[in-house]
């Protein structure tokens, strides 16, 4: 009977006992207490076999694993990544996808040169160090830094060297019983359970914040920027910077270099005013987002550069500093046989993006550099060439001879093979319709609508019938373009409101108004119309397409002149002493189409014939201006067209 009540009673006994740890591979471990802390909150995982768990705490941890216990003892888990990164080694779909790409996100990780992650790669004494001063910095929190008494820390690496001293400051990680750090030496899960308790008492009670914004002084290098030595001011941090490779940095980003380049940020609305002083009052015009301009000096708000021949002030906040070794690459003209191709780069992203400009005759084969379209630098032997394209700088009020089925055809045959059927192909009348009552070019219409729908393609010209990119202001475009209820609506709006308008027009005397041509941020429309600096260049490119594709009838039919003084009187007649003042071509530089030279019998010199400007109602049969070789002096030059 005692022996049945016995057996009765065991099952309760068990039931209601108070629970043990069952015995596992860290019970005794010289890190179970910080490893148990870990499992408790469910930041340490184990791997089930035969039934039992086995935390391995004396395997070797890898970076993957390193990341992913980061991210959890900051509660990071579901952060949201905006901009993932393109390690070729982090696949998605890997276990480790989402924590690498949080981690990166945070600012705690980040790749190989070679643009690798190498998650499977133990991680090692140092590594740790560093990503865990990422992550304090993530929380908004400096850790003072140790003076370094290690034997070995002359092997520290240089991009390593402060977090070490901020993680032995804090008694996160502390060296061995021989006085060696050993920063190379791969770290245990047990290690990295004590570090990481340890670090999670520091993110309870974090220092005091600095009382003001630190700057650091670091060194830069192709492939790595280590900080140097911290400053509580911008102007002591810049004074520090002496040496070539010398930048400052704030939060992680450079806002002061030796030399290099700068381009408005990758950021929206990708593209940021230049202005003409750092008191960003007035301003020159805007470029988009990873434009090369040249470095020439910066203060803790402003960036001062030079484009082309302008020379102005970015906002900090709007700009991107790369210092000149870091940059991979640069804007470049390819003459390939009569043709000249312009690969634009992005020296934010790092990319190339190519388009046809025009003739290269005149050009030896080979890559040349331009900051203005026109000056060809050889890279090969740096000998000099100047040469204009044609439509570039052709003012725009002047027709073209090319019919109405001819433009069409030409969109037909030439729209890339991933375009369907596009509008385009059918508005050719509309846009001859346009030329004849206005005065503005229909080749250069269909070109620009070209351009800006991606040969009518785009969802702007499908959905609103906007064929101009009309009030697609940078950052937003769709939501903010224009609607018409028709193409020719759209056409229109572009002719009356942005390039006719009084006073306000890109083809009238007004702040806008730098030539009625294409151009670039030299001169001509793309100076105010748009901040893509090849924008007119670009147009320019498909209009000599047209052109030859239709016999090459019109390039360099005619002369083309700039005017060398504001305020070129254009006139009735071949001369100045009668008053027969038409009107002034306003701005120096703006180009006139010469369609002949006049020698005058009263000896007043050299006059050009060129074609009148008649807009809004204009209707001058003949115009002539002054050109050189009299009493006038000199107030015109002709442009060297590319043949």
């Known amino acids: ?322 210092p000149t070794v870091t940059v991979k690459g640069y804007s470049y003209y390819k003459a390939d046989n009569g043709k000249l191709t312009h690969y634009t780069y992005n020296v934010n992203t790092n990319t190339y993006g190519p388009y046809e400009y025009g003739s290269s005759v005149g050009l030896p084969n080979g890559n040349y550099k331009s900051t203005d379209g026109h000056t060809f630098k050889s890279v090969t032997d740096g000998k000099v060439y100047d040469q204009y394209q044609y439509f570039n700088v052709m003012p725009l009020y002047t027709k073209t001879s090319y019919t109405a089925e001819q433009l069409n055809d030409f969109v037909k045959k030439n729209k890339p093979s991933t375009v369907g059927s596009t509008p385009l192909e059918t508005l050719g009348e509309d846009f001859k319709k346009a030329e004849a009552k206005y005065h503005v070019n229909a080749m250069y219409l269909l070109a620009h609508a070209i351009h800006e729908t991606g040969w009518g393609s785009s969802e702007l010209a499908r959905d609103k019938k906007n064929l101009f990119g009309l009030k697609a202001y940078d950052g937003n475009a769709y939501e903010n373009g224009a609607e018409f209820p028709t193409y020719e609506a759209s056409i229109e709006e572009l002719v009356n409101q942005f390039l006719l308008k009084p006073n306000e027009g890109y083809f009238m005397d007004s702040w806008k108004s730098h030539g009625e041509v294409l151009g670039n941020k030299e001169l001509g429309m793309n100076v105010r119309y748009a901040s893509d600096p090849y924008w007119g260049q670009k147009i320019a490119g498909y209009m000599y397409r047209m052109d030859n594709f239709f016999g090459k009838k019109e390039r360099n039919q005619f002369k083309i002149a700039a005017t060398l003084t504001d305020g070129v009187r254009v006139r009735g007649e071949a001369t100045a002493l009668k008053s027969n003042e038409l009107y002034k071509v306003t701005k120096t530089g703006t180009p006139v189409l010469v369609l002949n030279e006049v020698s005058t019998l009263t000896g007043e010199g050299t006059w050009y014939d060129i074609a009148p400007k008649n807009l809004n109602g204009a209707s001058y049969p003949k115009t002539f201006v002054y050109s050189h070789g009299g009493s006038y002096g000199t107030n015109m030059k002709l442009f060297p067209l590319a043949k």
């Open 1 to 322: 009977m005692k022996k049945w009540l016995a057996l009765f009673l065991l099952p309760f006994v068990l039931l209601f006992s108070s629970p043990v740890n069952a015995a596992d591979d860290i019970t005794d471990h010289y890190f179970e207490e910080d490893m148990r802390k870990l499992i408790d909150l469910g930041y340490l995982k184990g791997s089930i076999k035969d039934g039992q768990t086995f935390y391995e705490p004396d395997r070797a941890v890898t970076r993957a694993e390193f990341a992913a216990f980061l991210v959890r003892v900051l509660e990071a888990q579901n952060l949201e990544v905006i901009n993932p990164k393109s390690f070729s080694d982090v696949k998605e779909g890997a276990w480790y996808y989402n924590v690498v790409q949080q981690a990166a996100e945070m600012n705690i990780v980040n790749g190989t040169p070679d643009g690798k992650f190498l998650p499977n790669a133990t991680i090692s004494r140092e590594a740790m160090a560093s990503m865990m001063n990422g992550a304090f910095e993530y929380k908004g929190i400096k850790l003072p830094e140790a003076d370094l008494t290690f034997k070995d820390a002359s092997k520290i690496q240089s991009w390593a060297l402060l977090s070490v001293k901020r993680m032995v400051s804090a008694d996160i990680i502390a060296g061995y019983g021989d006085n060696t750090f050993r920063p190379q030496d791969e770290a245990t899960k047990g290690t990295t359970s004590a570090f990481l308790v340890r670090m999670m008492g520091e993110l309870k009670s974090p220092p005091p914040p600095p009382p003001v914004p630190n700057f650091y002084l670091a060194t830069v290098t192709a492939d790595a920027t280590t900080k140097v030595k911290e400053y509580e001011t911008y102007e002591e941090a810049k004074a520090a910077a002496t040496q070539s490779n010398h930048v400052v940095l704030k939060d992680n980003k450079v806002v002061y270099m030796k030399s290099g380049v700068v381009s408005p940020a990758q950021v929206h609305p990708l593209a940021s005013t230049l202005y003409t002083s750092s008191a960003f009052s007035a301003n020159h015009f805007s470029l988009v987002a990873g434009t090369e301009t040249e470095f020439i000096d910066a203060g803790e708000t402003w960036v001062k550069v030079k484009y082309n021949n302008t020379t102005g002030y970015f906002k900090m906040n709007q700009a991107t500093l790369h």
